[in-house]
């Protein structure tokens, strides 16, 4: 795949899986199976607003690979969520859970859908159809999805009650779901919590110390808020956030727990007490020492990589570099730590929440914590010792790894 600004998501995230094939060994049948998805389910997904009037909204679910076991990968529902993006994050999710060795394989689902003004009921019902039209492809041993950005452990909830209408009470259907219908302990902040463990061993690397480090994050969901509280914690200081409706800035660091207070309350992070407002771009250009994009993809671009001006990046969104600027970013010696590790936090604890429901048994918050902060450091380790061998950059060797992993998987089962 050639370099170009306009590569759509899925081309996006190819045109990464092209780079680690420089680096390790890919036969031409193997890149004719990793680069294309297993199988996209398109389907109708008809909702009665509140006003009377029946909307239809289109929704996917695709399924990239499944060599290393059951399809696994979150739902979102974005107006963006289109039949690319949702392929894009289906494969990143290919990569993401063999980097991080759990046993599945990698999928996505999407409904192209503004819920900003949705009623509850009205999500409801957009759940419960969407979850209808794709339960035939999902199953505990075939297909498991979880929150992504617009959903949530309530959203997760509706679906385990959807197809356990059809099918049975079938609790490990979905992970992220709330603790009192078998969700884990830790899921919740597991995204973010894993964020963090690898900011800490980015700054290791780098020979940093994180205290007061300053730390820029862009979204401040389910990611980026806890990203933020748990950083917080460890002794970073955030010296700016935003959500969807503005951003803000305090360059002597924010007061973390009283900003989620001020969205709890107000439900935006704009106009929090102590800080001066500042655009999302402006955000993304700020000085910093840790750059972490934690809402949407494509948000650092040829059009604003000249100007980013940080020493690390976390990419606890999904693809938020595009290739063009990740060239950049490695050229300036940035140390940018991919998505398919930096968020992988996430799909660690939604298997671990997986594997808790099989055994019908919950472990405590730090049997998760700790076992998620052990998986994650040495994922970290051996993208780093990759890195180090072949002389190239955190997201070639992680790809390279992952792809490594697929393959051996794939081609055991006689696949390729
Ligand atoms: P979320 O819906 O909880 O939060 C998204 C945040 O981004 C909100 O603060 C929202 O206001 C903000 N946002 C939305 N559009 C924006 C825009 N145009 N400009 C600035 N901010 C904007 O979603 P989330 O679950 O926190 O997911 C965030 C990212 O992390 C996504 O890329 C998602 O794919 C990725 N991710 C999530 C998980 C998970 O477990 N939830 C796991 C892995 C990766």
Wanted: glycine share 10%.
């Amino acid at each position: 795949m050639e370099l170009r600004e306009d590569l759509t998501p899925f081309e996006s995230v190819n045109y990464f899986f092209d780079r680690a094939t420089k680096v390790t060994e890919v036969s031409d049948a193997a890149h004719a199976v990793l680069s294309g998805t297993y199988r996209e389910l398109r389907v109708q997904v008809p909702v009665r607003r509140d006003s009377g009037e029946l909307q239809v909204f289109i929704g996917y679910r695709i399924q990239h690979n499944g060599a290393r076991g059951p399809y696994k990968g979150g739902i979102r529902y974005h107006p963006l969520a289109d039949l690319e993006e949702v392929r894009a994050l289906a494969s990143l999710m290919t990569w993401k859970t063999a980097l991080v060795d759990l046993p599945y394989g990698g999928a996505k689902g999407g409904v192209q859908v503004d819920v900003r003004d949705f009623s509850e009921r009205e999500k409801q019902q957009l759940t419960r159809r969407y979850a209808g039209q794709i339960s035939h492809i999902i199953g505990a041993t075939r297909d498991i999805p979880a929150p992504d950005m617009n959903t949530n452990a309530q959203t997760m909830a509706w679906i385990m009650d959807e197809y356990g209408r059809k099918y049975g009470h079938t609790p490990q259907i979905v992970t992220g779901k709330p603790i009192a219908l078998g969700g884990s302990y830790g899921r919740e902040a597991a995204t973010g919590r894993g964020c963090v463990i690898v900011m800490e061993e980015a700054c290791k690397d780098r020979g940093l110390s994180p205290d007061g480090l300053s730390v820029v994050i862009q979204g401040f969901g389910n990611v980026g808020s806890w990203a933020a509280r748990i950083a917080h914690d460890q002794g970073f200081r955030i010296i700016a956030t935003s959500d969807i409706k503005g951003g803000i800035h305090a360059p002597n660091g924010l007061d973390i727990p009283k900003l989620v207070e001020h969205v709890a309350q107000t439900g935006s992070v704009v106009d929090f007490p102590g800080s001066s407002p500042i655009s999302n771009d402006d955000l993304m250009t700020l000085k910093c020492d840790v750059l972490m994009p934690a809402a949407l993809g494509e948000v650092i671009t040829h059009r604003n990589v000249d100007d980013v001006d940080t020493q690390i990046i976390i990419e606890a969104a999904n693809h938020p570099v595009t290739p063009v600027a990740d060239a950049t970013l490695a050229d300036r010696g940035v140390l940018v730590v991919p998505d398919i590790l930096a968020n992988a936090g996430g799909v660690i604890v939604s298997y671990f929440e997986w594997v808790q429901n099989i055994q019908e048994f919950r472990w405590e918050e730090s049997e998760v914590n700790d076992r998620l902060s052990t998986k994650l450091r040495r994922a970290y380790g051996q993208v780093k010792d990759f890195r180090d061998a072949k002389g190239t950059s955190m997201r070639e060797a992680a790809f390279a790894l992952a792809v490594e992993r697929v393959i051996e998987a794939a081609t055991l089962r006689g696949y390729l």
